[in-house]
């Protein structure tokens, strides 16, 4: 089984930057999207970013312009880098890994806390 290992989360000031990143157990073979997602109190689990074996990025609306994911294949690690911190990111992040189809595999890490205070 996959395990995906994830750092990088904490508390930051509105403004603020934050690296976060996830690595998984193993090698991942073939076409595959990595990516984050995120859930506040009292709400459902969103998507913030992703990104395929070949670089193909996707992100929310909400983060746009602010939010950069990227990934290194070699070392099986996702990272995103959050610029422009707002309180509203605040929220536990989940680093995912899907194969394609998504029905093959789907992993979860155990989240990280990131809050931003105004």
């Known amino acids: 089984q996959v395990q995906l290992v994830e750092s990088g989360g904490g508390l930051v000031q509105a403004g603020g930057s934050l690296r976060l990143s996830c690595t998984a157990s193993m090698r991942i073979v073939g076409f595959n999207v990595m990516g984050w997602y995120r859930q506040g109190p009292g709400k459902q689990r969103e998507l913030v970013a992703t990104?395929?074996?070949?670089?193909?990025?996707n992100y929310a609306d909400s983060v746009k312009g602010r939010f950069t994911i990227s990934r290194d294949n070699a070392k099986s690690t996702v990272y995103l880098q959050m610029n422009s911190l707002k309180p509203e990111d605040t929220a536990v992040y989940y680093c995912?890994?899907?194969?394609?189809?998504?029905?093959?595999?789907?992993?979860w890490g155990q989240g990280t806390q990131v809050t931003v205070s105004s």
């Open positions: 995912n890994v899907r194969g394609a189809p998504a029905t093959l595999y789907d992993y």
């Open positions: 990104v395929t074996t070949t670089s193909t990025t």
